[in-house]
Every structure is written in C-alpha cells, then in structure tokens.
Nanobody, 116 residues
Framework: QVQLVESGGGLVQAGGSLRLSCAASGSIFSINNMGWYRQAPGKQREMVAVITSNGNTKYADSVKGRFTISRDNARNTMYLQMDSLKPEDTAVYYC??????????WGQGTQVTVSS
C-alpha cells in the first residue's frame, strides 16, 4: 500500500503561481512512475504531468512551458510548480503513484482555483 497526501492548492489570480506537493508513505520502494492529474467540474480527469523513477517527464500540451514536475526521492515527495496560471487550470489536482505490481494509488486531491 502507498499513501499519498497532496498540499499546496488554493486560490490565485490569473498569471500567478502555486506549488503543489505530494508526500508518499508506505511501500514507497515499489513506486515507479508518479504523476499529477486534474479534474474540472463536469469534465473527465486528465493527465497534467508524469515523471518516471529516472526523472523523465511528460506534460500535457496545455501546460507545457508553464508547469514543471519534479521528484525528490530522498524526501519521498513529488512537486508541481505551476506558473502563469490561467482560469482554465482551475480543477482538483490529484497525485498518483504507479507501483511495480501495476496498481495505481491516488491522493485525496487538492483544489486549485484561478480567478480572472
């Protein structure tokens, strides 16, 4: 089992920045890829950014150049630096962890609201 706890969400004006954190605990040795996903009201959950255990990253086209995903394995924590935020970035952001056995664990989510 892996437990994930997100923090850092909040309300920010358009053009502002936020940094999300995801702290992992439990069977952390089994974690492979980690990622951030988001779900806006009335929409499906979508991938924002993912990072492999080797540090390779992938971003959704909508956030490329504005968001940066990173991972501190020593602290068992993943981050999402979000700059130049837009109202359309408003959503609940979820942290995910894919373990070697093929299961995906999810955090409880943190709300990000960007006002225009």
């Amino acid at each position: 089992q892996v437990q994930l706890v997100e923090s850092g969400g909040g309300l920010v004006q358009a053009g502002g920045s936020l940094r999300l954190s995801c702290a992992a605990s439990g069977s952390i040795f089994s974690i492979n890829n980690m990622g951030w996903y988001r779900q806006a009201p009335g929409k499906q959950r979508e991938m924002v950014a993912v990072i492999t255990s080797n540090g390779n990253t992938k971003y959704a086209d909508s956030v490329k150049g504005r968001f940066t995903i990173s991972r501190d394995n020593a602290r068992n924590t993943m981050y999402l630096q979000m700059d130049s935020l837009k109202p359309e970035d408003t959503a609940v952001y979820y942290c995910s962890a894919l373990v070697n056995a093929g299961y995906t664990f999810w955090g409880q989510g943190t709300q990000v609201t960007v006002s225009s």
